[in-house]
């Protein structure tokens, strides 16, 4: 059986060191036809930073980390886009001055991937500079991911005031990424919250918000084909363990862990209650007990 990949993040790692993939490609092929800016909000240990990772070496063209899955065939290997990924995982919350000295820090690190000196010392003025500097330096359009937006606010939800401090951070922050549009190619955001509930994008207007739009309902998350299909062994395994019939397991299974929504009609496993199960065939809140909703 492949290995189950609890906890991982990076599509990279996933796709070389044998572990259990359940192929999203398609939806990632849908979104790069367009050139609106998207938005998609899903729950916490829901699959966001792995979109964006795959999505990531899709635009730099890693062709072969997506040998057999649905993309490999249909994308054009020979275009590559310089990818500018910034996660809010990466930065220290603690405070609106920290949070701006860790922005600046994770700036300089990707100016110097793409060989740029950082010589300005606004973090707004910097992240300007980076995309049009790439962009000059490249002579391409930049593919801009942009991973847990809203982070930064989340860890303070119950400080009201830190919150609307790093909320005024990050407004300013983010109000870059409107002024860039000749600079782009391609824009991804993830986050919890609505992007219009956090108010730091005021700005940025024309953010395609597909979070609850039907074509993109079951991007994250498993549905249960694709559990039935990817974790076949690992679906064997358990009924022997359990003594179960095979059936019975997955209405025991579905009936846990098949809640999820997000357009009223199809429903999707949360991927780390699923991975959770198979690792250890028992029934618990996996999600839940990994951190307050």
Known sequence: MKKLPVGLQDFRKLRTQGYLYVDKTRYLYELAKEMTPFFLSRPRRFGKSLTVSTLKYLFQGEKTLFQDTWIYDRWDWDTRYPVVHISMTEVDTSSPDRLEESLYTLLKEIYASFDLVLDVRLVKDAFRRLLSSVYQKTGQHIVLLIDEYDKPILDHLHEPA????????????????????????????????????????????????????????????????????????????????????????????????????FDGQRFVYNPFSVLGFFGDYRYRNYWFESGSP
């Not at 956090?198 to 309902?217: H, P, Q, R």
């Open 162 to 261: 830190q919150a609307d401090a790093i909320r005024g951070v990050l407004r300013s922050f983010y109000s870059t990424v409107k002024d860039a549009d000749p600079f782009l190619h391609f824009v991804f955001i993830t986050g919890i919250t609505k992007f219009t509930k956090a108010g730091v994008f005021s700005t940025l207007n024309n953010l395609n918000d597909i979070t609850f739009k039907e074509s993109y309902a079951t991007m994250l998350g498993y549905t249960q084909q694709e559990l039935e299909e990817v974790f076949s062994e690992h679906i064997d395994a358990a009924t022997q363990k359990l003594g179960q019939d095979r059936q019975v397991f997955l209405e025991d299974l579905r009936r846990y862990y098949n809640g999820f929504s």
